[in-house]
Structures are given as structure tokens and as C-alpha cells.
């Protein structure tokens, strides 16, 4: 409880503690009495002091003036303090009662600015970290494909040699004239890219094929087994070659990452991405890279000669296959709308770029090379996943 007619405040200036000092004080018909300053600089008449007002919503009243060691204020946050200071102010002073519009307006509102300010500069340091994680989380895509188009080919590579390496441990790499096809095929397709590709067969029965960062590319016998001509096998591997050459495939691992890891590419260091890497048929192609590899991968076979038919043919084989093993499923409409591109593509292209002569491959005897646990899977009688 406070005695009759004290308030409490808050002092600053010489004499108080920095952050200001709990004080008690009176008004009158003279001026301020800060009760618990036993300086006379505690003592300043109205015509000496300056009024304003403060805070967020105007609710405090600050009184300032000068005193003989230095300025002082009085910060009064009390509501039946700041209206008993109202009321004396309206008797002793009145042009100080009209905190408003008297001229003091300019440096209310430079006040707080000022106090504004001083919220913000004590904030930022906590609120600047949370503020630039939400731009992370709600940015994450634009800011990984910017990580990601920064990204040199020699460090792409190197990540996708650390990625293989691991590939390679669980694969069951094949030799022979499958892989002699599959190899000059590629090659024949990526002449003059900036990435050294490698292109591999894996003895596997699954219909599949995947590309990893900086030009490491494998393809199941099982896809060879369903391919039914080279040009087939060279429309899979333009697609695959499309998602290296569009950094597809190191986007999906960056985003297959996470956050963390975004966070470390933007500083350079792709070691994150390496263990991201071991799940590599697990990740995901966005429909717009799928699409984008479709259509650029179909332009990368009429620049090499090879017809582009081959495509769309392996593709509606997939569809089939697809469709037989997923009866369940009366269409596949994303297979559909990407095989309707691809044929749209192929009709808008000139004579000259479809009727590429034959690729110098005796597609049965490849086949017939294939290891020969691969065999295409049959159909199941009914889905078990
Ligand atoms: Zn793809």
C-alpha cells in the first residue's frame, strides 16, 4: 500500500540503476516530489518539466527534466497514477494536461519511434533466428534449387562416386553384351554433356532403372528383358540421362534430406546427402521432372540419331504391364497423360527425326545374353501390397 497521494513509477538518471529504480512519488500544486530520492534534483517544478506520453498504446506518461547531475525521468505505468497525475497537471499546468496537440505531438511520436526501435533492437537477436527458419521451412524448395544450381559438376560427382560406392555394394553388376549395348548406347547420347557418365546393368528382376547425382546410371536386366528393341533401351536411358542432366536427381535427394541438409549445401558440404543416397529407389521424382525428362529426353535421341519412337514404345509396355499388375486400377491416368505427351511430341516432330535409321543391335541375341534368373515377372494373380 502506498501512503495517500504517492504513486508509484519508475526513475531513471543519476543516482538510479540503469534499468531504473521503483520509486514512490507526489504531485502538486509546485511540481514532482519523488519521495524516495533524497536529492533536490528530486524535486523539479512543473515549469521545468516536459510531459509525454509513452508506451505501446499511449498508457504510460513520462516526465522528464534536467537536474544538476544530469536528466532524469519518471516513467509512470500506474492507470490511478497516470490519472492523478492528469488531474494535477489540468490544475497546475494545463498546456502540459493536453498531452495531445499542444505541440508536444512531434515529440510524442518521436518517442515512440524510439521506443519501437528499442523493442526491436532487443527482440531481433531472438526473433531474427525464428524469423529465418520459417523462410527456410515455407522457402524450402526455392531455396534448395538455388543450393542445388550452385552446386559445381566436380562436387556433384564426387558426391555421386560416394553414392555409387555405396549403390554398388548391394548391386550385382553384369558384364557382357548387355552391358556393352547399354554402355555405347549412352555414350552415343551424352556426347559433349559436362558430366562423365557410367552406365551400368544390374542383375535384378524388377522393371527399373535410376539415375544418381553427377552421371551414374543403372539399369535392371528386368527392364532389359521387357525392352523389345535397343531404340526402347535408348529412350529409358535418355530419360535417366535428363534427370542427371537436369540435376533432378540431386534435387530429389536434397529434398529427400530435409531441412539439415539444405542448411549445410547452402555452406557447401554435401556430406549429408551421401547417406540420403543409400535409398536411392526410394526416391521420388517430382510429375514435372518426370515430364521434363520425358520431353527433353525424347529431343536427346533425335540429336543422337537414335529414333524416337523407342520412348513412348517402352513406355506403353510399362503401362501394360502396369495395368496387368495393378488390375485392381482401371487406368493409370498419370502413365496416360505421359504417354499422350510423348505421342503429341513425337507427331509435331519432322519426318527426318523419326525415321532414324536402326540402331546396329541384334535386340534377341542381347536378350538372350541377359543372366538367366532375370526373367520378366509374371503378372500376379492378385496385389499383395
Ligand atoms: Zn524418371
Given amino acids: 500500500m502506498s501512503a495517500a497521494g504517492r504513486h508509484p513509477g519508475r526513475a531513471y538518471g543519476p543516482g538510479f540503476q540503469t534499468a531504473g529504480a521503483a520509486v514512490e512519488f507526489e504531485v502538486s500544486g509546485f511540481g514532482l516530489r519523488v519521495v524516495t530520492a533524497d536529492a533536490p534534483d528530486g524535486t523539479p517544478r512543473w515549469s521545468e518539466i516536459t510531459v509525454?506520453?509513452?508506451?505501446?498504446?499511449?498508457?504510460?506518461?513520462?516526465?522528464?527534466?534536467?537536474?544538476?547531475?544530469?536528466?532524469?525521468?519518471?516513467?509512470?505505468?500506474?492507470?490511478?497514477?497516470?490519472?492523478?497525475?492528469?488531474?494535477?497537471?489540468?490544475?497546475?499546468?494545463?498546456?502540459?494536461?493536453?498531452?495531445?496537440?499542444?505541440?508536444?505531438?512531434g515529440a510524442d511520436a518521436r518517442t515512440r519511434r524510439w521506443s519501437h526501435l528499442m523493442v526491436w533492437a532487443t527482440l531481433l537477436p531472438i526473433v531474427l533466428p525464428i524469423?529465418?527458419?520459417?523462410?527456410?521451412?515455407?522457402?524450402?524448395?526455392?531455396?534448395?534449387?538455388?543450393?542445388?544450381?550452385?552446386?559445381p559438376v566436380a562436387q556433384e560427382r564426387k558426391l555421386g562416386e560416394a553414392v555409387f560406392a555405396q549403390a554398388k555394394a548391394r548391386l550385382r553388376l553384369v558384364?557382357?553384351?548387355?552391358?556393352?549395348?547399354?554402355?555405347?548406347?549412352?555414350?552415343?547420347?551424352?556426347?559433349?554433356?559436362?558430366?562423365?557418365?557410367?552406365?551400368?546393368?544390374?542383375?535384378?528382376?524388377?522393371?527399373?532403372?535410376?539415375?544418381?547425382?553427377?552421371?551414374?546410371?543403372?539399369?535392371?536386366?528386368?527392364?532389359?528383358?521387357?525392352?523389345?528393341?535397343?531404340?526402347?533401351?535408348?529412350?529409358?536411358?535418355?530419360?535417366e540421362v535428363q534427370h542427371v542432366e537436369r540435376r533432378h536427381s540431386l534435387k530429389a535427394m536434397v529434398k529427400s534430406a530435409g531441412l539439415m541438409v539444405t542448411v549445410s549445401l547452402l555452406f557447401g558440404d554435401l556430406g549429408g546427402l551421401v547417406s540420403v543416397g543409400q535409398d536411392l529407389i526410394g526416391l521420388k521424382f517430382s510429375r514435372d521432372h518426370e515430364s521434363e525428362?520425358?520431353?527433353?529426353?525424347?529431343?536427346?535421341?533425335?540429336?543422337?540419331?537414335?529414333?524416337?519412337?523407342?520412348?513412348?514404345?517402352?513406355f506403353r509396355r510399362m503401362s501394360e504391364q502396369e495395368k496387368l499388375d495393378l488390375g485392381w486400377l482401371s487406368s493409370h491416368p498419370a502413365s496416360e497423360t505421359r504417354f499422350a505427351a510423348m505421342d503429341a511430341a513425337l507427331?509435331?516432330?519432322?519426318?527426318?527425326?523419326?525415321?532414324?535409321?536402326?540402331?546396329?543391335?541384334?535386340?534377341?541375341?542381347?536378350?538372350?545374353?541377359?543372366?538367366?534368373?532375370?526373367?520378366?515377372?509374371?503378372?500376379?494373380?492378385?496385389?499383395?501390397?
Fill in 52 to 105: 509525454r506520453k509513452g508506451g505501446f498504446n499511449d498508457a504510460q506518461v513520462m516526465l522528464e527534466w534536467q537536474g544538476r547531475a544530469g536528466s532524469y525521468a519518471l516513467v509512470v505505468s500506474d492507470a490511478a497514477a497516470v490519472a492523478a497525475l492528469r488531474a494535477q497537471l489540468a490544475q497546475s499546468a494545463p498546456e502540459k494536461a493536453r498531452l495531445r496537440g499542444t505541440g508536444h505531438l
Fill in 131 to 151: 524469423v529465418l527458419l520459417v523462410l527456410l521451412l515455407a522457402e524450402h524448395d526455392r531455396i534448395a534449387a538455388w543450393a542445388v544450381s550452385h552446386v
Fill in 175 to 239: 558384364d557382357g553384351p548387355p552391358q556393352a549395348m547399354v554402355r555405347e548406347i549412352g555414350a552415343r547420347l551424352t556426347r559433349g554433356s559436362p558430366y562423365a557418365y557410367e552406365f551400368h546393368v544390374a542383375e535384378d528382376a524388377t522393371v527399373n532403372a535410376f539415375a544418381m547425382p553427377g552421371g551414374f546410371i543403372v539399369v535392371h536386366t528386368g527392364l532389359l528383358a521387357l525392352a523389345g528393341s535397343a531404340e526402347e533401351v535408348a529412350g529409358v536411358l535418355a530419360h
Fill in 293 to 314: 525428362a520425358d520431353a527433353e529426353g525424347l529431343k536427346m535421341l533425335v540429336a543422337a540419331g537414335i529414333r524416337p519412337q523407342g520412348m513412348r514404345d517402352f
Fill in 347 to 385: 507427331k509435331a516432330m519432322p519426318a527426318a527425326a523419326v525415321d532414324a535409321p536402326a540402331l546396329p543391335y541384334d535386340y534377341a541375341a542381347i536378350k538372350a545374353a541377359l543372366p538367366a534368373a532375370t526373367k520378366p515377372a509374371p503378372p500376379p494373380r492378385e496385389h499383395t501390397k
